[in-house]
């Protein structure tokens, strides 16, 4: 389907409308090889094939990042008085119209994932799906084998909300790994504290094999690529 030049570079996050007109008038951007002068020109973005200054753009309809989320900023598209993950991204890449494939806490750090693609976000949240996330927990308290074990099994909240059987790994200290492969509300912290453990710092250190490391520091963010998608649903997923 034809669709003017400037929206689909625009779509891409390659620049603002207005910029992309000088961009375009400018040269800078060929369609089949052949210089393009006028924004208004439409183009196939399924078959045609654009450059701009000389570099084939990746005509993709869906975009993935994952973002080391720092504490102090939530996880959703917009809030009228805080801060948002969102915010905390270029202005090309406000445009793509991402939002965060499940929600952190306010208050945890680490791997959040944004994209345009609300199947793929279905996927790594449902629980049927068996995407493990795994979170680094700091707590008050020695977790032991005893909570360890009560994990395994399933714990039962306060409330009377069941959990699915998760993984606790205790270090012998008030550091703890846990691993669940649903995202209740608050569910690692509320699963902690029903142990008596309550959370003092909550990191997520990995959405399937996906690792978010230490690299991208406190708000850093990198474009995923086919093989970190893989990562995530562990090759159940194919991009576009
Ligand atoms: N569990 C929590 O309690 N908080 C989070 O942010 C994520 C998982």
Same mark, same amino acid.
């Given at each position: 389907m034809a669709v003017r030049l400037d929206k689909v570079l625009s779509e891409l996050g390659v620049a603002s409308r207005r910029e992309l007109k000088q961009i375009i008038k400018a040269g800078r951007v060929s369609v089949n090889g052949q210089t393009v002068t006028g924004p208004e020109k439409h183009v196939d973005?399924?078959?045609?094939e654009i450059c701009l200054d000389g570099e084939i753009l990746r005509l993709r309809r869906f975009r993935y990042f994952m973002m080391d989320k720092p504490a102090?900023?939530?996880?959703?598209?917009?809030?009228?008085?805080?801060?948002?993950?969102?915010?905390?991204?270029?202005?090309?890449?406000?445009?793509?119209?991402?939002?965060p494939v499940g929600r952190l806490d306010k208050d945890t750090e680490g791997l959040l994932i944004l994209t345009n693609d609300g199947d793929f976000a279905h996927r790594v949240i449902s629980p049927k799906s068996g995407v493990e996330k795994r979170y680094r927990a700091e707590v008050e308290g020695i977790p032991d084998e005893d909570d360890a074990r009560a994990f395994a099994e399933g714990l039962i909240l306060a409330d009377g909300t069941h959990c699915l059987p998760a993984k606790l790994e205790i270090t012998g200290g008030s550091v703890c790994f846990v691993t669940v492969m649903e995202g209740k509300y608050h569910q690692?912290?509320?699963? $902690?504290?029903?142990?008596?453990?309550?959370?003092?710092? $909550?990191?997520r250190l990995s959405v399937g094999e996906l690792e978010i490391g230490e690299d991208l520091g406190a708000g850093g963010f990198r474009e995923l690529e086919e093989n970190d998608l893989c990562k995530v649903l562990k090759g159940f997923h194919t991009v576009n």
């Amino acid at each position: 389907m034809a669709v003017r030049l400037d929206k689909v570079l625009s779509e891409l996050g390659v620049a603002s409308r207005r910029e992309l007109k000088q961009i375009i008038k400018a040269g800078r951007v060929s369609v089949n090889g052949q210089t393009v002068t006028g924004p208004e020109k439409h183009v196939d973005p399924d078959t045609d094939e654009i450059c701009l200054d000389g570099e084939i753009l990746r005509l993709r309809r869906f975009r993935y990042f994952m973002m080391d989320k720092p504490a102090g900023v939530l996880s959703v598209t917009e809030d009228r008085r805080q801060k948002t993950v969102l915010e905390l991204l270029p202005p090309e890449l406000k445009r793509l119209e991402l939002f965060p494939v499940g929600r952190l806490d306010k208050d945890t750090e680490g791997l959040l994932i944004l994209t345009n693609d609300g199947d793929f976000a279905h996927r790594v949240i449902s629980p049927k799906s068996g995407v493990e996330k795994r979170y680094r927990a700091e707590v008050e308290g020695i977790p032991d084998e005893d909570d360890a074990r009560a994990f395994a099994e399933g714990l039962i909240l306060a409330d009377g909300t069941h959990c699915l059987p998760a993984k606790l790994e205790i270090t012998g200290g008030s550091v703890c790994f846990v691993t669940v492969m649903e995202g209740k509300y608050h569910q690692v912290k509320r699963m $902690l504290a029903s142990r008596g453990k309550p959370v003092q710092r $909550l990191r997520r250190l990995s959405v399937g094999e996906l690792e978010i490391g230490e690299d991208l520091g406190a708000g850093g963010f990198r474009e995923l690529e086919e093989n970190d998608l893989c990562k995530v649903l562990k090759g159940f997923h194919t991009v576009n």
